[in-house]
Protein backbone atom coordinates (compact mmCIF):
# COMPACT_ATOMS: atom_id res chain seq x y z
CA UNK A 1 0.00 0.00 0.00
CA UNK A 2 1.43 3.46 -0.69
CA UNK A 3 0.10 6.85 0.63
CA UNK A 4 0.10 9.81 -2.15
CA UNK A 5 2.27 11.83 -2.08
CA UNK A 6 1.33 15.54 -0.86
CA UNK A 7 -0.15 17.80 -3.35
CA UNK A 8 1.16 21.16 -2.49
CA UNK A 9 4.32 22.37 -4.02
CA UNK A 10 7.41 20.87 -2.69
CA UNK A 11 9.65 22.75 0.21
CA UNK A 12 13.68 22.83 -0.86
CA UNK A 13 16.12 22.81 1.44
CA UNK A 14 19.75 24.63 1.68
CA UNK A 15 22.87 22.52 2.68
CA UNK A 16 25.51 23.68 5.54
CA UNK A 17 27.95 22.39 7.73
CA UNK A 18 29.19 23.25 11.08
CA UNK A 19 32.37 21.97 12.83
CA UNK A 20 31.43 20.43 15.77
CA UNK A 21 33.14 20.24 19.33
CA UNK A 22 35.85 18.40 18.26
CA UNK A 23 36.39 19.90 14.88
CA UNK A 24 34.94 17.50 12.95
CA UNK A 25 32.18 18.71 9.84
CA UNK A 26 29.03 17.73 10.20
CA UNK A 27 26.71 18.28 7.52
CA UNK A 28 22.84 19.41 8.14
CA UNK A 29 20.33 20.73 6.16
CA UNK A 30 17.88 23.89 6.83
CA UNK A 31 13.59 24.74 5.17
CA UNK A 32 13.29 28.22 5.89
CA UNK A 33 10.36 29.72 6.78
CA UNK A 34 8.00 31.48 4.79
CA UNK A 35 9.15 34.55 6.51
CA UNK A 36 12.86 33.95 7.90
CA UNK A 37 12.88 37.36 9.79
CA UNK A 38 9.57 37.14 11.74
CA UNK A 39 10.20 33.80 13.26
CA UNK A 40 12.51 32.41 16.14
CA UNK A 41 10.94 29.02 16.06
CA UNK A 42 12.79 25.69 15.24
CA UNK A 43 12.11 22.27 14.88
CA UNK A 44 15.13 19.65 15.01
CA UNK A 45 15.39 16.40 13.25
CA UNK A 46 17.14 13.62 14.29
CA UNK A 47 17.36 10.87 12.06
CA UNK A 48 17.34 6.88 12.69
CA UNK A 49 20.69 4.64 12.55
CA UNK A 50 21.84 4.07 9.10
CA UNK A 51 20.05 7.23 7.47
CA UNK A 52 20.29 10.64 7.08
CA UNK A 53 18.61 14.33 6.83
CA UNK A 54 17.58 14.23 3.08
CA UNK A 55 14.92 11.15 4.25
CA UNK A 56 13.27 13.80 6.21
CA UNK A 57 11.94 15.65 2.97
CA UNK A 58 8.41 13.82 2.76
CA UNK A 59 7.98 14.28 6.49
CA UNK A 60 8.70 18.36 6.23
CA UNK A 61 6.11 18.37 3.41
CA UNK A 62 3.51 16.41 5.30
CA UNK A 63 3.96 18.44 8.31
CA UNK A 64 3.31 21.99 6.57
CA UNK A 65 5.03 24.00 9.72
CA UNK A 66 5.86 26.78 7.76
CA UNK A 67 6.19 29.16 10.23
CA UNK A 68 9.26 27.59 11.76
CA UNK A 69 12.98 26.50 10.55
CA UNK A 70 13.51 22.97 10.03
CA UNK A 71 16.93 21.20 10.75
CA UNK A 72 17.93 17.77 10.23
CA UNK A 73 21.63 16.87 10.55
CA UNK A 74 23.74 13.47 9.54
CA UNK A 75 25.21 12.02 12.16
CA UNK A 76 28.90 11.57 12.29
CA UNK A 77 29.44 8.15 10.00
CA UNK A 78 26.29 9.16 8.16
CA UNK A 79 24.85 10.38 4.87
CA UNK A 80 27.30 13.30 3.81
CA UNK A 81 28.57 13.99 6.99
CA UNK A 82 32.86 12.70 6.67
CA UNK A 83 33.79 9.87 8.67
CA UNK A 84 34.19 5.64 8.55
CA UNK A 85 30.46 4.72 8.07
CA UNK A 86 28.30 3.83 11.01
CA UNK A 87 31.13 5.08 13.11
CA UNK A 88 32.14 7.20 16.43
CA UNK A 89 34.56 7.26 19.02
CA UNK A 90 31.53 6.76 21.56
CA UNK A 91 27.83 7.39 21.62
CA UNK A 92 29.20 10.14 24.02
CA UNK A 93 31.01 12.14 21.44
CA UNK A 94 27.81 11.97 19.54
CA UNK A 95 25.58 13.08 22.41
CA UNK A 96 28.14 16.03 22.90
CA UNK A 97 28.12 16.80 18.90
CA UNK A 98 24.20 17.18 19.27
CA UNK A 99 24.70 20.02 22.38
CA UNK A 100 27.15 21.48 19.99
CA UNK A 101 24.98 21.62 17.00
CA UNK A 102 22.08 22.89 19.13
CA UNK A 103 24.56 25.79 20.28
CA UNK A 104 25.50 26.58 16.42
CA UNK A 105 22.04 26.61 15.48
CA UNK A 106 21.15 29.28 18.48
CA UNK A 107 24.20 31.45 17.62
CA UNK A 108 23.51 30.94 13.41
CA UNK A 109 19.74 31.71 13.38
CA UNK A 110 18.96 33.60 16.64
CA UNK A 111 17.10 31.18 18.04
CA UNK A 112 17.06 30.66 21.74
CA UNK A 113 17.28 26.92 22.78
CA UNK A 114 13.62 27.70 24.79
CA UNK A 115 12.05 27.56 21.04
CA UNK A 116 13.21 24.89 20.10
CA UNK A 117 11.79 21.93 19.54
CA UNK A 118 12.70 18.16 18.59
CA UNK A 119 11.51 15.30 17.09
CA UNK A 120 13.98 12.22 17.08
CA UNK A 121 13.98 8.81 15.28
CA UNK A 122 14.84 5.39 16.88
CA UNK A 123 18.77 5.62 17.83
CA UNK A 124 18.23 9.15 17.48
CA UNK A 125 15.69 9.35 19.88
CA UNK A 126 18.26 7.53 22.63
CA UNK A 127 20.64 10.04 21.51
CA UNK A 128 18.53 13.07 22.03
CA UNK A 129 16.97 11.88 25.09
CA UNK A 130 20.43 11.13 26.68
CA UNK A 131 21.68 14.95 25.60
CA UNK A 132 18.49 16.24 27.35
CA UNK A 133 19.11 14.30 30.79
CA UNK A 134 22.40 14.99 30.57
CA UNK A 135 22.28 18.95 29.36
CA UNK A 136 19.39 19.97 30.26
CA UNK A 137 18.56 22.23 27.36
CA UNK A 138 15.92 24.72 28.04
CA UNK A 139 13.62 22.91 25.00
CA UNK A 140 10.50 23.39 24.21
CA UNK A 141 9.09 19.88 23.26
CA UNK A 142 10.08 16.73 22.38
CA UNK A 143 8.97 14.11 19.88
CA UNK A 144 10.35 10.19 20.41
CA UNK A 145 9.31 7.73 17.84
CA UNK A 146 10.05 4.32 18.45
CA UNK A 147 13.14 5.35 20.48
CA UNK A 148 15.60 1.98 20.36
CA UNK A 149 16.09 1.66 24.12
CA UNK A 150 16.28 -2.17 23.26
CA UNK A 151 17.22 -3.41 20.15
CA UNK A 152 15.32 -6.71 19.35
CA UNK A 153 19.14 -8.56 18.25
CA UNK A 154 17.58 -12.27 18.02
CA UNK A 155 21.11 -13.64 18.57
CA UNK A 156 21.18 -15.41 22.26
CA UNK A 157 23.55 -13.76 24.43
CA UNK A 158 24.33 -10.93 21.69
CA UNK A 159 25.02 -8.19 24.09
CA UNK A 160 28.49 -10.38 26.07
CA UNK A 161 29.21 -11.50 22.85
CA UNK A 162 29.66 -8.03 21.68
CA UNK A 163 31.31 -6.88 24.57
CA UNK A 164 34.11 -9.45 24.09
CA UNK A 165 34.53 -8.88 20.39
CA UNK A 166 34.79 -5.47 21.76
CA UNK A 167 37.70 -6.29 23.75
CA UNK A 168 39.15 -7.92 21.32
CA UNK A 169 38.76 -5.39 18.57
CA UNK A 170 38.39 -2.15 19.49
CA UNK A 171 36.72 -0.99 15.81
CA UNK A 172 34.75 -3.40 14.45
CA UNK A 173 31.48 -3.12 12.99
CA UNK A 174 28.10 -5.12 12.69
CA UNK A 175 25.85 -5.10 9.26
CA UNK A 176 22.38 -4.92 10.24
CA UNK A 177 19.72 -7.29 9.52
CA UNK A 178 16.91 -4.92 8.95
CA UNK A 179 15.48 -5.08 5.61
CA UNK A 180 13.53 -2.55 4.26
CA UNK A 181 10.72 -4.43 4.24
CA UNK A 182 11.27 -4.57 7.97
CA UNK A 183 10.23 -1.11 8.22
CA UNK A 184 7.53 0.52 6.75
CA UNK A 185 4.43 -1.22 4.73
CA UNK A 186 4.97 1.58 2.26
CA UNK A 187 5.61 0.73 -1.34
CA UNK A 188 7.39 3.47 -2.79
CA UNK A 189 9.56 4.05 1.11
CA UNK A 190 10.94 0.36 0.61
CA UNK A 191 12.07 1.40 -2.87
CA UNK A 192 13.52 4.46 -1.78
CA UNK A 193 15.64 2.88 1.10
CA UNK A 194 16.85 0.02 -0.94
CA UNK A 195 17.83 2.37 -3.65
CA UNK A 196 19.30 5.28 -1.19
CA UNK A 197 23.20 5.14 -1.66
CA UNK A 198 23.85 7.48 1.44
CA UNK A 199 22.20 4.14 3.41
CA UNK A 200 24.97 2.72 5.59
CA UNK A 201 23.87 -0.63 6.98
CA UNK A 202 27.20 -1.13 9.56
CA UNK A 203 27.01 0.24 12.76
CA UNK A 204 30.20 0.15 15.19
CA UNK A 205 29.97 -2.30 17.64
CA UNK A 206 31.04 0.11 20.46
CA UNK A 207 28.82 2.48 19.72
CA UNK A 208 25.92 0.16 19.64
CA UNK A 209 27.13 -1.30 23.04
CA UNK A 210 27.62 2.11 24.59
CA UNK A 211 23.83 3.08 23.59
CA UNK A 212 22.79 -0.04 25.21
CA UNK A 213 24.44 1.12 28.46
CA UNK A 214 22.93 4.40 27.64
CA UNK A 215 19.83 2.99 27.48
CA UNK A 216 20.15 1.23 30.77
CA UNK A 217 20.64 4.43 32.34
CA UNK A 218 17.88 6.49 31.02
CA UNK A 219 15.09 4.14 31.63
CA UNK A 220 16.91 4.21 35.39
CA UNK A 221 16.64 7.48 35.64
CA UNK A 222 13.97 8.88 33.25
CA UNK A 223 12.40 10.96 35.88
CA UNK A 224 15.17 13.15 35.30
CA UNK A 225 13.40 14.25 32.30
CA UNK A 226 10.87 17.07 32.46
CA UNK A 227 10.51 18.42 28.75
CA UNK A 228 6.95 18.07 27.26
CA UNK A 229 7.13 14.77 25.44
CA UNK A 230 5.37 12.95 23.11
CA UNK A 231 6.34 9.48 22.29
CA UNK A 232 4.94 7.10 19.11
CA UNK A 233 5.35 3.91 18.99
CA UNK A 234 5.10 1.09 16.67
CA UNK A 235 2.94 -1.59 17.41
CA UNK A 236 4.06 -4.23 14.89
CA UNK A 237 8.14 -2.86 15.67
CA UNK A 238 10.23 -5.55 14.01
CA UNK A 239 13.43 -3.81 15.07
CA UNK A 240 12.64 -2.12 18.73
CA UNK A 241 10.94 -3.43 22.01
CA UNK A 242 8.17 -1.62 22.88
CA UNK A 243 8.25 -2.76 26.78
CA UNK A 244 11.28 -0.22 27.74
CA UNK A 245 9.44 2.38 25.59
CA UNK A 246 6.47 2.52 27.54
CA UNK A 247 8.86 1.94 30.83
CA UNK A 248 11.15 5.06 30.22
CA UNK A 249 7.93 6.48 29.18
CA UNK A 250 5.87 6.21 32.16
CA UNK A 251 8.94 7.87 34.63
CA UNK A 252 9.04 10.55 33.16
CA UNK A 253 8.04 13.68 35.26
CA UNK A 254 7.07 16.06 31.98
CA UNK A 255 4.10 17.62 33.17
CA UNK A 256 2.70 17.15 29.37
CA UNK A 257 3.60 13.66 27.93
CA UNK A 258 1.76 11.64 25.53
CA UNK A 259 1.83 8.32 24.36
CA UNK A 260 0.21 7.13 20.90
CA UNK A 261 0.90 3.37 19.98
CA UNK A 262 -0.10 2.21 16.39
CA UNK A 263 -0.80 -0.98 15.71
CA UNK A 264 -0.51 -2.15 12.70
CA UNK A 265 2.78 0.16 12.01
CA UNK A 266 6.57 -1.18 11.69
CA UNK A 267 9.15 0.48 13.00
CA UNK A 268 9.59 3.81 10.92
CA UNK A 269 6.09 5.51 11.60
CA UNK A 270 6.87 8.34 9.86
CA UNK A 271 7.44 6.58 6.78
CA UNK A 272 4.58 4.02 7.00
CA UNK A 273 1.56 3.89 4.70
CA UNK A 274 -0.91 5.80 7.01
CA UNK A 275 1.74 8.16 8.19
CA UNK A 276 -0.68 11.11 7.85
CA UNK A 277 -1.62 10.00 11.40
CA UNK A 278 1.53 10.06 13.50
CA UNK A 279 2.69 13.51 11.80
CA UNK A 280 -1.07 14.95 12.27
CA UNK A 281 -0.49 14.00 16.24
CA UNK A 282 2.87 15.52 16.21
CA UNK A 283 2.02 18.76 14.88
CA UNK A 284 -0.82 19.08 16.99
CA UNK A 285 1.36 18.62 19.73
CA UNK A 286 4.19 21.07 18.56
CA UNK A 287 1.46 23.68 18.27
CA UNK A 288 0.43 23.40 21.60
CA UNK A 289 3.84 23.13 23.13
CA UNK A 290 4.64 26.49 21.19
CA UNK A 291 1.29 28.40 22.77
CA UNK A 292 2.09 27.79 26.26
CA UNK A 293 4.55 28.83 28.79
CA UNK A 294 8.35 27.28 28.50
CA UNK A 295 9.01 27.49 31.97
CA UNK A 296 9.83 23.95 33.30
CA UNK A 297 8.78 22.99 36.97
CA UNK A 298 10.57 24.27 39.95
CA UNK A 299 12.97 21.81 41.19
CA UNK A 300 14.66 24.58 43.82
CA UNK A 301 13.44 22.43 46.92
CA UNK A 302 14.00 19.30 45.53
CA UNK A 303 15.85 18.08 48.27
CA UNK A 304 12.16 18.38 50.23
CA UNK A 305 10.37 16.20 47.69
CA UNK A 306 10.56 14.23 44.33
CA UNK A 307 12.51 10.89 43.44
CA UNK A 308 15.83 12.16 44.34
CA UNK A 309 15.27 12.68 47.95
CA UNK A 310 12.61 9.74 48.18
CA UNK A 311 16.15 7.47 46.70
CA UNK A 312 18.40 9.31 49.52
CA UNK A 313 16.17 8.46 52.58
CA UNK A 314 15.93 4.79 51.04
CA UNK A 315 19.54 4.36 51.47
CA UNK A 316 19.47 5.55 54.95
CA UNK A 317 17.40 3.53 56.32
CA UNK A 318 18.65 0.19 57.39
CA UNK A 319 18.16 -3.12 55.93
CA UNK A 320 16.58 -6.09 57.13
CA UNK A 321 20.03 -7.73 58.47
CA UNK A 322 19.16 -11.09 56.63
CA UNK A 323 17.88 -10.22 53.15
CA UNK A 324 19.84 -11.26 50.68
CA UNK A 325 20.81 -6.84 49.71
CA UNK A 326 22.12 -6.84 53.66
CA UNK A 327 24.19 -9.55 53.15
CA UNK A 328 25.52 -8.50 50.17
CA UNK A 329 26.73 -5.28 50.84
CA UNK A 330 27.59 -6.36 54.41
CA UNK A 331 30.17 -8.60 52.59
CA UNK A 332 31.05 -5.88 50.43
CA UNK A 333 32.01 -3.80 52.98
CA UNK A 334 33.58 -6.66 54.98
CA UNK A 335 36.12 -7.05 52.46
CA UNK A 336 36.93 -3.48 51.32
CA UNK A 337 37.58 -3.10 55.56
CA UNK A 338 39.47 -6.19 55.34
CA UNK A 339 41.29 -7.58 52.46
CA UNK A 340 40.66 -4.45 50.58
CA UNK A 341 43.40 -2.23 52.92
CA UNK A 342 46.07 -3.88 50.65
CA UNK A 343 44.94 -0.85 48.10
CA UNK A 344 46.84 2.07 48.67
CA UNK A 345 42.87 3.82 47.62
CA UNK A 346 40.75 1.72 49.78
CA UNK A 347 43.41 2.23 53.07
CA UNK A 348 42.94 5.71 52.38
CA UNK A 349 39.45 6.06 52.18
CA UNK A 350 39.30 4.30 55.46
CA UNK A 351 41.37 6.91 56.94
CA UNK A 352 40.21 10.11 55.89
CA UNK A 353 36.98 8.85 54.03
CA UNK A 354 36.27 8.17 50.29
CA UNK A 355 35.00 11.32 49.49
CA UNK A 356 38.14 13.83 51.07
CA UNK A 357 40.49 15.83 48.57
CA UNK A 358 43.01 13.14 49.95
CA UNK A 359 41.28 10.49 48.26
CA UNK A 360 40.46 11.64 45.15
CA UNK A 361 44.10 12.80 44.54
CA UNK A 362 45.04 9.83 44.67
CA UNK A 363 41.99 8.66 42.39
CA UNK A 364 43.41 11.59 40.14
CA UNK A 365 47.30 10.67 39.91
CA UNK A 366 45.61 7.30 38.59
CA UNK A 367 48.89 5.02 39.93
CA UNK A 368 47.95 1.60 41.66
CA UNK A 369 49.43 1.06 44.98
CA UNK A 370 49.48 -0.98 47.87
CA UNK A 371 50.92 -4.02 49.41
CA UNK A 372 52.40 -6.61 47.68
CA UNK A 373 51.58 -7.12 43.44
CA UNK A 374 48.02 -8.11 44.80
CA UNK A 375 47.47 -5.11 46.83
CA UNK A 376 48.20 -3.01 43.09
CA UNK A 377 46.17 -5.68 41.65
CA UNK A 378 43.40 -4.70 43.90
CA UNK A 379 44.15 -0.99 43.62
CA UNK A 380 43.64 -1.14 39.62
CA UNK A 381 40.24 -2.43 40.29
CA UNK A 382 39.49 0.47 43.02
CA UNK A 383 40.88 3.19 40.73
CA UNK A 384 38.69 1.30 37.52
CA UNK A 385 34.97 1.65 39.12
CA UNK A 386 32.82 3.54 37.31
CA UNK A 387 32.63 6.30 39.50
CA UNK A 388 36.36 7.07 39.81
CA UNK A 389 36.94 6.79 36.28
CA UNK A 390 34.09 9.60 36.73
CA UNK A 391 35.61 11.87 38.33
CA UNK A 392 39.03 11.62 36.61
CA UNK A 393 36.68 12.69 33.35
CA UNK A 394 35.28 15.22 35.31
CA UNK A 395 39.16 16.67 35.57
CA UNK A 396 39.40 17.35 32.17
CA UNK A 397 36.08 18.50 31.55
CA UNK A 398 36.56 21.10 34.25
CA UNK A 399 40.27 21.94 32.76
CA UNK A 400 38.07 22.38 29.57
CA UNK A 401 36.08 24.78 30.32
CA UNK A 402 38.70 26.59 32.75
CA UNK A 403 40.93 26.83 29.95
CA UNK A 404 37.82 28.41 27.83
CA UNK A 405 36.67 30.79 30.76
CA UNK A 406 40.45 31.92 31.47
CA UNK A 407 40.82 33.31 27.69
CA UNK A 408 37.10 34.53 27.95
CA UNK A 409 37.93 36.87 30.47
CA UNK A 410 41.30 37.88 29.53
CA UNK A 411 40.05 38.34 25.76
CA UNK A 412 37.16 41.14 27.40
CA UNK A 413 40.42 42.87 29.26
CA UNK A 414 39.69 42.20 32.82
CA UNK A 415 42.43 40.43 35.17
CA UNK A 416 42.37 37.08 35.31
CA UNK A 417 41.28 36.16 38.94
CA UNK A 418 40.57 32.32 39.80
CA UNK A 419 39.06 31.44 43.00
CA UNK A 420 38.09 27.54 43.86
CA UNK A 421 36.41 27.51 46.86
CA UNK A 422 36.58 23.58 47.94
CA UNK A 423 40.02 22.83 46.34
CA UNK A 424 41.62 20.03 48.36
CA UNK A 425 44.89 19.94 47.02
CA UNK A 426 43.70 21.71 43.78
CA UNK A 427 45.65 19.24 41.39
CA UNK A 428 43.27 19.95 38.48
CA UNK A 429 43.64 23.74 38.59
CA UNK A 430 47.29 23.36 38.89
CA UNK A 431 47.28 21.15 35.75
CA UNK A 432 45.35 23.18 34.08
CA UNK A 433 47.72 26.27 35.02
CA UNK A 434 49.67 24.84 32.44
CA UNK A 435 48.02 25.17 29.29
CA UNK A 436 47.39 28.68 29.43
CA UNK A 437 51.48 30.04 29.69
CA UNK A 438 50.96 32.95 28.02
CA UNK A 439 47.98 34.64 30.49
CA UNK A 440 48.84 36.53 33.44
CA UNK A 441 46.16 35.01 35.92
CA UNK A 442 46.45 34.92 39.73
CA UNK A 443 44.73 31.71 41.60
CA UNK A 444 43.27 31.46 45.07
CA UNK A 445 42.67 28.03 46.46
CA UNK A 446 40.37 27.49 49.60
CA UNK A 447 39.43 24.47 51.55
CA UNK A 448 38.75 23.34 55.45
CA UNK A 449 41.52 20.59 55.00
CA UNK A 450 44.29 21.91 56.18
CA UNK A 451 46.62 18.77 54.67
CA UNK A 452 44.83 19.02 51.33
CA UNK A 453 46.23 22.62 51.15
CA UNK A 454 49.45 21.68 51.92
CA UNK A 455 49.92 19.21 49.58
CA UNK A 456 48.44 22.10 47.25
CA UNK A 457 50.98 24.18 48.48
CA UNK A 458 53.75 21.45 47.64
CA UNK A 459 52.58 20.49 44.60
CA UNK A 460 52.83 24.30 43.34
CA UNK A 461 56.19 24.89 44.78
CA UNK A 462 57.26 21.74 42.66
CA UNK A 463 55.85 23.31 39.99
CA UNK A 464 57.75 26.54 40.78
CA UNK A 465 53.88 28.54 40.79
CA UNK A 466 54.69 31.67 42.36
CA UNK A 467 51.13 33.26 41.59
CA UNK A 468 48.88 30.47 43.51
CA UNK A 469 47.82 31.33 46.99
CA UNK A 470 46.09 28.59 49.34
CA UNK A 471 44.07 29.41 52.14
CA UNK A 472 41.82 27.74 54.80
CA UNK A 473 37.85 28.86 53.94
CA UNK A 474 34.34 27.30 54.00
CA UNK A 475 32.84 26.82 50.71
CA UNK A 476 29.27 27.41 52.19
CA UNK A 477 29.42 30.52 54.16
CA UNK A 478 28.23 32.92 52.25
CA UNK A 479 29.79 36.58 53.80
CA UNK A 480 32.96 34.75 53.92
CA UNK A 481 32.86 34.42 50.05
CA UNK A 482 30.76 37.64 49.28
CA UNK A 483 33.58 39.62 50.76
CA UNK A 484 36.29 38.23 48.46
CA UNK A 485 38.56 41.17 47.60
CA UNK A 486 39.65 41.63 45.37
CA UNK A 487 36.88 40.26 43.37
CA UNK A 488 37.50 36.98 41.40
CA UNK A 489 36.65 36.96 37.64
CA UNK A 490 36.75 33.20 37.92
CA UNK A 491 34.93 30.76 40.03
CA UNK A 492 35.21 27.06 40.60
CA UNK A 493 33.41 24.85 42.95
CA UNK A 494 34.09 21.07 41.99
CA UNK A 495 33.11 18.36 43.52
CA UNK A 496 31.53 19.92 46.31
CA UNK A 497 27.76 20.67 46.20
CA UNK A 498 27.56 16.60 45.11
CA UNK A 499 28.52 15.54 48.48
CA UNK A 500 25.61 17.88 50.14
CA UNK A 501 21.94 16.49 49.70
CA UNK A 502 20.22 19.42 51.43
CA UNK A 503 19.72 22.52 48.95
CA UNK A 504 19.79 26.16 51.53
CA UNK A 505 23.55 25.31 51.93
CA UNK A 506 24.08 25.21 48.08
CA UNK A 507 22.19 28.42 47.58
CA UNK A 508 23.82 30.14 50.48
CA UNK A 509 27.03 29.55 48.81
CA UNK A 510 26.33 30.24 45.17
CA UNK A 511 24.79 33.72 46.09
CA UNK A 512 28.25 34.66 48.05
CA UNK A 513 29.77 33.64 44.78
CA UNK A 514 27.67 36.08 42.49
CA UNK A 515 28.43 38.52 45.62
CA UNK A 516 32.28 37.85 45.39
CA UNK A 517 32.70 37.68 41.40
CA UNK A 518 32.98 40.52 39.30
CA UNK A 519 29.71 41.31 36.73
CA UNK A 520 30.34 39.09 33.92
CA UNK A 521 32.63 36.67 35.78
CA UNK A 522 32.30 33.23 35.10
CA UNK A 523 31.29 29.82 37.39
CA UNK A 524 32.23 26.43 36.83
CA UNK A 525 30.28 24.40 39.17
CA UNK A 526 29.79 20.34 38.84
CA UNK A 527 27.29 17.93 39.35
CA UNK A 528 26.44 14.65 39.60
CA UNK A 529 23.15 13.49 38.15
CA UNK A 530 23.26 9.42 38.47
CA UNK A 531 25.42 6.91 39.95
CA UNK A 532 25.11 3.33 39.00
CA UNK A 533 27.13 2.33 42.49
CA UNK A 534 24.94 4.82 44.71
CA UNK A 535 23.39 1.85 46.98
CA UNK A 536 26.68 0.03 47.38
CA UNK A 537 28.56 3.48 48.42
CA UNK A 538 25.94 4.23 50.49
CA UNK A 539 25.97 0.79 52.23
CA UNK A 540 29.41 -0.36 52.17
CA UNK A 541 31.76 3.53 52.14
CA UNK A 542 32.07 6.52 54.78
CA UNK A 543 32.48 9.78 53.67
CA UNK A 544 34.61 12.59 54.99
CA UNK A 545 33.02 12.60 58.30
CA UNK A 546 33.14 8.97 59.37
CA UNK A 547 29.68 8.35 58.20
CA UNK A 548 28.14 6.64 55.52
CA UNK A 549 28.42 8.42 52.30
CA UNK A 550 24.86 8.38 51.21
CA UNK A 551 24.62 10.77 48.45
CA UNK A 552 21.44 12.47 46.70
CA UNK A 553 21.88 12.99 43.37
CA UNK A 554 20.85 15.94 41.69
CA UNK A 555 19.03 15.63 38.44
CA UNK A 556 20.86 18.67 35.72
CA UNK A 557 17.60 20.92 35.88
CA UNK A 558 17.49 21.08 39.66
CA UNK A 559 21.63 21.84 39.72
CA UNK A 560 21.02 24.42 36.79
CA UNK A 561 17.82 26.13 38.85
CA UNK A 562 19.99 26.58 41.94
CA UNK A 563 22.28 28.64 39.95
CA UNK A 564 19.71 30.75 38.21
CA UNK A 565 18.47 31.49 41.96
CA UNK A 566 21.45 32.98 42.64
CA UNK A 567 22.27 35.13 39.74
CA UNK A 568 23.83 32.92 36.74
CA UNK A 569 23.09 32.25 33.46
CA UNK A 570 24.16 29.28 32.25
CA UNK A 571 26.54 28.58 29.22
CA UNK A 572 26.95 25.15 28.45
CA UNK A 573 27.46 21.78 30.08
CA UNK A 574 29.71 18.84 29.30
CA UNK A 575 29.05 15.24 30.42
CA UNK A 576 31.37 12.47 30.95
CA UNK A 577 31.24 9.52 29.14
CA UNK A 578 28.97 7.34 31.80
CA UNK A 579 26.51 10.29 32.44
CA UNK A 580 27.72 10.28 36.44
CA UNK A 581 29.32 13.69 36.28
CA UNK A 582 28.43 16.73 34.35
CA UNK A 583 30.39 20.64 34.61
CA UNK A 584 29.01 23.70 33.75
CA UNK A 585 29.98 27.30 32.51
CA UNK A 586 27.95 30.13 33.40
CA UNK A 587 27.91 33.92 33.97
CA UNK A 588 27.31 36.07 36.64
CA UNK A 589 24.01 38.53 35.57
CA UNK A 590 23.26 41.80 36.91
CA UNK A 591 20.16 41.30 38.87
CA UNK A 592 18.55 44.45 37.99
CA UNK A 593 19.33 43.88 34.19
Not at 18 to 39: C, D, H, L, M, V
Not at 325 to 352: E, P
Request: glycine share 6%; net charge neutral.
Amino acid sequence: MTTQAPTKPSVTSTEHTFKSWNGKEIFYRAWSPRRPSETNKALLLFHRGHEHSGRFQDFVERLGLEDYWIFAWDARGHGRTEGERGYAESFAALVRDVDAYVRHLEHQYDVPQRNMAVVANSIGAVLVSAWVHDYAPAIRALVLTTPALRVKLYVPLAIPALRLLNKVRRKSFVKSYVLPTMLTHDDDMIRDYAADPLVARDIAVNVLLEMHDASTRLMADASAICVPTLMLSGGSDWVVRQRPQKAFFDDLTSPVKEFERYDDFYHSVLQEHDRDRPIARIRTFLEQAFAQPSEPPSLVDADQRGYTKQAADALRRPLFPLSPRALYYGGMKLVLKTLGRMSAGVRLGWRTGFSSGESLDHVYRDQARGWSPLGRMADRLYLNSPGWIGIRQRKLLVEELLLQAVRDIDASGKPVRILDIASGPGRYVLDAIRRFPDIEFSALLRDLDEPALARGRAIAAERGLENVAFERGDALDEQSLAGMNPQPTVAIVSGLYELIPDNPPILASLRGLAAALEKDGLLIYTNQPWHPQQELIARALVGIDGEPWVMRCRTQVEMDQLVAAAGFEKLRTLATDNGIFTVSLARRVDSNS
